[in-house]
């Protein structure tokens, strides 16, 4: 496909890694499936030296991180 690099953000993917969000009715393959592909992001892909945090204002600077894919 051509694609090298993936940029996350924490408002994204932090969901699928706290225990008190659930799936919304009907939506739980969709959910499980968003949190397969974090979960196997962060296992194989490479996380470059590059990163920002949150910030108070999330809008503005939702903290990103940078993946290298392999």
Do not use: C, M, N
């Amino acid at each position: 496909e051509g694609v090298t690099h993936v940029v996350v953000s924490e408002t994204d993917y932090g969901k699928y890694f706290t225990g008190s969000v659930r799936a919304k009715s009907g939506q739980s393959a969709t959910f499980r499936a968003r949190a397969d592909f974090y979960q196997q992001l962060f296992r194989e892909a490479e996380l470059l030296p590059w990163e920002r945090e949150r910030g108070t204002v999330l809008y503005l600077h939702p903290g990103i991180r940078i993946y290298r894919l392999r």
